[in-house]
Each structure stands twice: as structure tokens, then as C-alpha cells.
């Protein structure tokens, strides 16, 4: 961006402008006023991060939440784009001579990118047009008298105007150029097409049929699909992102048409109210035996039918993936939370099992501090059988490092190997240790990285996934920061959305979660390191360098002798940087070091005044840096220093002989542990491979639109099978366990499942959700629908401009 763009962008009026909108769109949350946007803008502009400012700078912001906060910050980020572009236009149609005070206004209060390029497209440099070619060659004045007076013969008027030269040979080229030149003017109409696009919005569909192109393969996976018809307004964002690949595939023809392209009196009705929209813009009111309707007639429907449409549906189309796109991304972050924020186990010796058929089970022992202690590989399964000697190493690793958990991956032979352990701790007595289900989706993937030769330079890599396994159950959040969050595996449809959204939005979460928590700065990983606030990987690499270097830090205030580590970086990073059993007890704790002598203070009053520090009157410890918000803060982790704010660590109980899918029978009532949750429910881990559906509406007995006001990934839920598909692998389950199951042959709700990707496939993150069920359409539209982000708005802005119709 040019400095004259950068002034113009940064102005006053243009930052006004920025926060009136950011406000208004925040406030669909709760009521947030113009003077905390700016605020929170200035602090983003110095250079201060989301979690420094959500749990730093409350008074600043009027305690604004770190999701708030996040949301601000990407809005922020497309305004800004959004006036980049209005510059752009601004000084294009500027140095072409056609920019009036009207259009300057219209312009100035377009409030999306969309609007714009409505705006601009008259003005964008191309190729000459028919209807260009057709005023050079003086047809304008015949489109203008056909309008004008419709009484006029069409074929007499046109002989006037022939010009061979210009390639207007006979009457038919005449009156064929000026309707290129009547369609030109309602292409660009921008309030015509405001008008009608949103109309479009509310009342289309889009269709989906069978391509020529079809596998058998994938109508069997599209099969929903096959024959569909929905509201565009109204369509979940699962089912968009489903057509929208089906398409891409070759398997599913999409076709959007102002109604039901199976019912044509409907879409014939339909259409006709369209062209009456676009006869009226042009001030007609033609009787059907006027000398020029018929030209009229064609004119208007080539207006709507090529360009219009045309160009409606590709805008909506766009529409359509956006909406869908940030509500996918917005599951996957949501998800993503749930999954890092799990209950970590603790310090505790972890005996992990990676499990595998022909190529034997990876071990791998952890000790309290996670350091990989010792490892092995056996063959307890088929081909070998190497069963009894297995469980005789295995026994005898625990016993040598005192392990109190076993950690067994769920991937190919998971249950087999859940099995060994149960017969483990069998022979060791059945006291004092437990076996664990833990996901290893992302191991693979963290095992053949770079960090992980770092961290296991040593170990072969097929081993490293034990560790990982192992690591993740005595500490979710410090394991899986170290793998690229895609690769977890909650997302919905997470291959088919922007990967710089989905990614900045992942980012975002992941850096949220470990604030929240804390790291502990003397035993942390470099990738953790490096997700706190104002660190980054470069100083994350200095801090472990200098620590290995140096020794422990002692005190908080060390952290400045870390290379390129400034203030700036302290001020941020501090109070989420840990020390424990340092020389400043406070280094303990979430205060950061500028509240220290606030904390001090409180300390010595509680102390003199003989109270506990919540019986404090917060009011008399305000200053003009502190308000009550910090002193508050300040106060409950004075109380409760370096609470870890993750819950209670708990585990599912899988039914013994409840292996594989045909094990699972209707009317079982089982546990499992919430995997994922979409648009439409929640995939529960039964531990038979193959992932059952709570559907949305199997989950209350009350409405509910969003699963996640339900469940959460990671959550342990007892479910009752209502029916199993073995065929296509699906289960289906309800949380009312007092559910009756449905009749032979009924159609089940929530019939979908996916099928866990095992061996190689269990670090890509793809266990992306299937179908819904073709018979749940009619609830489709209760998982909530994809915001409009249309046009409705710039319609009156041009009213207010003058340029409306």
C-alpha cells in the first residue's frame, strides 16, 4: 500500500467509519461502545496481543472477552482490506474523469467488498464490449427510442442505422446491437441489482442432480444428494461445503434458480417476476401488441437470463462458501478449544502403547516430567502372537518405572491392545494403575517432524508416536501444541475452507488455550514456548538456549537477559510465563510483575486488617492504573496461585467384547468420548473404529440449534444405539437413553458415522464428517443458517446518494 493509500486509509473519518461498524457488529453479542473498539484497536496497533489484552488490560477495554477480542481483530483486518480497495476504486475511476460527488458518496458508504465491485464494475478497464461497439456505431439513439416509445417497428426503425463497416450489415445486427446496449444498462444498475440479488437470496434454490461424470463410488457417497432441492437462504453450512465437494468431484451438476427447477408453472412465475423488476427499472409499461414488445420481451429476458443471473450466481455461490466457510472454521477453533483444554493427567509415570497389527505395538515409557525413559516393540497380535511375553514386558516396565497409567492409541488394534493392558494391570494387581483410551491422531504426523528429531534425535522414528501418546495424556495442551492443528482431527469439511483463514483462526485458539493454562518457562518445549503471548519461535528458541546455557530461571526479571527479549516482549510474555520455587513467590502465579506491588499490598491489609483477602473492600485499592477489574484478578489468584483452569481428569469406560462395528448392536446403552462436533451433532469414539452420530435432534428433548450447547469434544457421554448400518458403516445414537428404537425399515435421524482413518491415514486430520442422512432434510434448517452478508445495506446508501432508480 502506497503512503497516500496508507493517510487516506488511516484518517480520521476512514477510523470512525471502522469503529462504528466494528461496534455494531460486536454488538450482536452484547452491547459494546465505540470508545472500547478504539481502545482495543490502539492497544492491537502497539503491538499488544489478544490474551495480554483480554487478561491484562480490562479497564482499557471495558473487560471485553478474549472471543470478542478475536472477532474484533479479524473484522478489523477485512475493514481495513475494505478500505485499501475503496482507495483503489476511488483514485481508478478518478484518473478516468467519471467520478461525481454522488458516486464518491455511494461509495464511501459501501460496507463490503461486494458492494464495491458492484460500484466499480462499469468503470473496470476491459475489452470492448458489444454494447460499446454499438454506441460507436451511433445505435444508442434506436435502444433509447424502442424504450421510449414501444409503438415503433423495430425492423423500420432499424434500417436507419445500418453501417456496414462497423459490422452492422443487416436489420437483425442493428436491433441485436442495441439490445447488447439496453442489457449493458441494466448489468449496471448497481440498485436494480442490489435489488434483485437479494431478492434471489431470500427466495432461490439450488439443485443438485447426478453428473454424467458420476462414479458409482460417489453417488454411493453423495447419495443424499442425488436428487436435492433447498432454500439458499436457509441451507446448513454442512450441506453447502457437501455440495460444493460433491461438485468439485465430478459427482453432483449445481444449478441455482430463482425456485424449484422441478415445478417449471413455479420457476416460470418466478422468472417473470424478475423481468417485470427490470422493465420497470427501465420505465416500461408495454402492451403486448405494441410494434416493439416482442424486442422488449427478448431484451428483458436476455438481461436477466445472461447477465444478471449469470452473475447473481457466482456472487451467491460465493456467498454460500463464505457463510459456510466461517462456520465450519468456527466449529473446527470451537472444537479445537474443547480438545486442548482437556483435563491433563499430571505429573505422572505413562506407560504408552502405539498399537499395530503385522508391524507389533510401539512402548514407550514417560516419566513424571515427560522425558522418554525407555522403549520398545512387541507382537502381540496376529501374525506373531506374541501374547504372553508382551504382557510379561509390559508388566515388567512397569513395575521397574512405577507407571500409574497406561496410554493406548485408538487406532488399528486399539481395542485389541486396550485388551494386553487390561491383562497388564491384571497381573500386576489391578492397584494403582489405570489404562487410558487416548487419540493419536497427529502422532504420525508429529513423529516424522523436525521438532520431533529434536526432541528424540535418538529414537526411531515409528517409536516417537509412543511418546507422543503417551505425553498427551499427562499433558494435552503441551503435546498437541507441537502438531499443526489441521491434523488433530475435529474439523468439518477443514480441506475445503481458506487454509490462511483456517489456519489464522487455529492459531488463534491454540494461543488462547496455552495463556490460559500457563508455562511453566523452565521445563516448557520450544513449541510451547512459542504460542505464548509476544514470544514467537525465535525467542522461544533463545529462551531454551539461554536456559540450557544459563540453568533455571531464577526470577521473572531474567527473562530480560534472553537475547532480543525486550520490553515489549516482557510486558507481553510475563504473566503467562511461569517459575516455580524461584526466588519471587509471585513468579508462581498468573499476577503479572507490574501488579506485583499491587498484590503486595493487598497481602499486607488482608495481614492488618485481620480479613481474608476476598472480605476486601476493592474500591480502596483503586489507582488510575488499577480498576477493580485487576485488583479482582489479582485478589482470586492470591487465593488460588497458578490454578490450572483445565477440569477434572476423567476417563470413558468401553464395554468389554464391544470391538468392531458388528459387535455393536441396537438398544446398547454404552460410553464413549465426544470426538467431534458439526452443524448437525456429534461423533462419539465407541472404540469400534468407526465413529457413531448423536444427531442434533437426538440430543434434548427440548430444540436445540447447536450441539455445542449439549456436548463438547472430549466429553465423556453415556448413549443409547438406535441403529447400526454395517454396510455403510453408521451408527446412530441418542443421549435419551429412554428412546424407543425405531421400527424395521424406519429411517433413522443421525444415521451417519465415519469411519476413523487408521495406519497411514491417522495423522492427515481428514476424519472429515459424512452425509447427513437423507432423511433428516427436514430438519436441516434448525442447525442454523449462514449469515447474509448481502447487499441490502448498499441499497440504501445509493438511496441516500441519489443514485437509486
Request: charged content about 25%; hydrophobic content about 40%.
Amino acid at each position: 500500500m502506497s503512503s497516500e493509500q496508507k493517510n487516506t486509509t488511516d484518517d480520521r473519518s476512514t477510523q470512525e467509519r471502522i469503529f462504528a461498524q466494528l461496534a455494531q457488529e460486536l454488538s450482536t453479542e452484547t452491547t459494546v461502545a465505540i470508545w472500547q473498539i478504539k481502545a482495543t484497536v490502539e492497544l492491537l496497533d502497539s503491538g499488544s496481543t489478544v490474551p495480554f489484552i483480554a487478561r491484562y488490560r480490562k479497564e482499557a477495554t471495558g473487560m471485553l472477552s478474549d472471543s470478542q477480542l478475536r472477532l474484533l481483530e479479524e473484522r478489523l483486518r477485512y475493514l481495513r482490506e475494505l478500505e485499501e480497495r475503496r482507495v483503489t476504486i476511488l483514485e481508478a475511476i478518478s484518473e478516468a474523469g467519471k467520478l461525481t460527488d454522488q458516486l464518491s458518496e455511494a461509495i464511501a458508504l459501501a460496507s463490503t467488498k461486494a458492494e464495491l465491485e458492484d460500484l466499480y464494475l462499469p468503470f473496470k478497464s476491459k475489452r470492448r464490449t458489444k454494447a460499446q461497439i454499438a454506441r460507436e456505431a451511433g445505435l444508442e439513439p434506436l435502444a433509447d427510442l424502442l424504450l421510449s416509445t414501444p409503438t415503433t417497428d423495430p425492423l423500420q426503425a432499424a434500417t436507419e442505422y445500418l453501417n456496414a463497416e462497423a459490422g452492422f450489415v443487416a436489420e437483425t445486427d442493428v436491433l441485436s446491437g442495441a439490445r447488447s446496449i439496453v442489457t449493458e444498462r441494466v448489468s449496471q444498475d448497481v440498485a436494480l441489482a442490489s435489488e434483485l440479488r437479494e431478492r434471489l437470496w431470500s427466495n432461490g434454490k439450488i439443485s443438485a442432480s447426478v453428473a454424467s461424470t458420476a462414479s458409482a463410488e460417489g453417488q454411493g457417497k453423495y447419495s443424499d444428494y442425488l436428487d436435492y432441492v433447498a432454500n439458499l437462504d436457509r441451507l446448513p453450512s454442512h450441506r453447502v461445503l457437501a455440495l460444493l465437494r460433491g461438485e468439485r468431484e465430478g459427482v453432483l451438476n449445481l444449478q441455482l434458480a430463482e425456485a424449484d427447477p422441478r415445478d417449471e408453472d413455479a420457476l416460470a412465475q418466478a422468472r417473470s417476476g424478475y423481468e417485470n423488476a427490470i422493465a420497470a427499472s427501465l420505465g416500461l409499461n408495454v402492451s403486448t401488441g405494441a410494434a416493439a414488445a416482442s424486442w422488449i420481451s427478448q431484451t428483458v429476458r436476455l438481461a436477466w437470463k445472461a447477465r444478471l443471473l449469470t452473475r447473481f450466481e457466482s456472487d451467491l455461490r460465493s456467498r454460500l462458501f463464505e457463510a459456510a466457510e466461517d462456520e465450519s472454521v468456527k466449529i473446527f477453533a470451537a472444537n479445537l478449544r474443547d480438545v486442548l483444554l482437556a483435563a491433563p493427567a499430571g505429573n505422572k509415570a505413562v506407560l504408552g502403547l502405539d498399537p499395530g497389527l503385522r508391524t507389533g505395538v510401539k512402548v514407550a515409557v514417560v516419566d513424571l516430567t515427560g522425558k522418554s525413559v525407555e522403549t520398545a516393540t512387541i507382537y502381540p497380535h496376529a501374525p506373531v502372537k506374541k501374547w504372553d511375553e508382551s504382557v510379561a514386558i509390559l508388566a515388567k516396565l512397569a513395575k521397574k518405572y512405577g507407571t500409574t497409567l497406561i496410554a493406548v492409541g485408538n487406532g488399528t488394534a486399539g481395542r485389541e491392545t486396550d485388551r494386553l493392558a487390561a491383562e497388564v494391570i491384571k497381573v500386576l494387581g489391578g492397584s494403582g494403575i489405570s489404562k487410558v483410551i487416548v487419540s493419536e491422531a497427529g502422532a504420525s504426523v508429529y513423529s516424522a517432524s523436525e521438532l520431533a528429531s529434536q526432541e528424540l534425535p535418538e529414537m526411531d522414528v515409528s517409536l516417537r508416536g509412543a511418546v507422543s501418546i503417551a505425553r498427551r495424556l499427562q499433558d494435552p495442551l503441551a503435546e498437541l501444541v507441537k502438531i499443526d492443528p489441521k491434523s488433530i482431527g475435529v474439523g468439518q469439511y477443514q480441506h475445503d475452507v481458506t487454509a490462511s483463514k483456517l489456519d489464522r483462526a487455529l492459531d488463534a485458539v491454540v494461543e488462547d488455550c496455552v495463556n490460559a493454562v500457563g508455562v511453566d518457562v523452565n521445563t516448557a518445549s520450544p513449541a510451547l514456548l512459542s504460542r505464548v503471548a509476544g514470544v514467537g519461535p525465535l525467542l522461544s528458541r533463545n529462551i531454551v538456549d539461554h536456559r540450557n546455557a544459563n540453568g533455571p530461571f531464577a526470577t521473572r526479571k531474567d527473562l530480560l537477559k534472553v537475547p532480543r527479549l525486550g520490553a515489549k516482549a516482557f510486558e507481553q510474555c510475563a504473566g503467562f510465563l511461569r517459575i516455580t520455587g524461584g526466588e519471587e513467590k509471585l513468579d508462581a502465579s498468573s499476577v503479572h510483575p507490574e501488579a506485583y506491588a499491587l498484590a503486595k499490598t493487598l497481602q499486607q491489609s488482608a495481614e492488618a486488617q485481620g480479613r481474608r483477602l476476598e472480605e476486601l473492600k476493592v474500591q480502596d485499592f483503586v489507582t488510575e492504573q488499577f480498576g477493580e477489574p485487576t485488583i479482582r484478578d489479582v485478589i482470586s489468584e492470591l487465593r488460588r496461585p497458578a490454578r490450572d483452569p483445565r477440569g477434572e481428569f476423567v476417563t470413558a469406560s468401553l464395554k468389554e467384547g464391544v470391538e468392531t462395528i458388528s459387535d455393536v448392536k441396537p438398544g446398547m446403552i454404552l460410553e464413549g468420548t465426544v470426538s467431534n462436533v458439526a452443524a448437525f451433532g456429534a461423533f462419539v469414539d465407541l472404540g469400534v473404529h468407526q465413529d457413531g452420530l448423536i444427531h442434533v435432534s437426538a440430543m434434548s428433548t427440548k430444540f436445540i440449534s447447536d450441539p455445542r450447547e449439549v456436548v463438547s469434544s472430549g466429553q465423556i457421554v453415556k448413549v443409547k444405539v438406535l441403529d447400526v448400518d454395517t454396510n455403510r458403516k453408521r451408527i446412530s445414537l441418542t443421549l435419551r437413553l429412554d428412546d424407543e428404537l425405531p421400527v424395521a425399515g424406519e429411517p433413522t435421524k443421525g444415521g451417519a458415522s465415519r469411519e476413523r482413518k487408521t495406519g497411514n491415514g491417522r495423522g492427515s486430520g481428514a476424519r472429515n464428517a459424512k452425509n447427513e442422512n437423507s432423511q433428516n432434510r427436514s430438519q436441516g434448517n434448525r442447525n442454523g443458517k449462514p449469515a447474509a452478508s448481502g447487499n441490502t445495506a448498499m441499497a440504501e446508501a445509493l438511496r441516500r446518494a441519489g443514485l437509486n432508480r
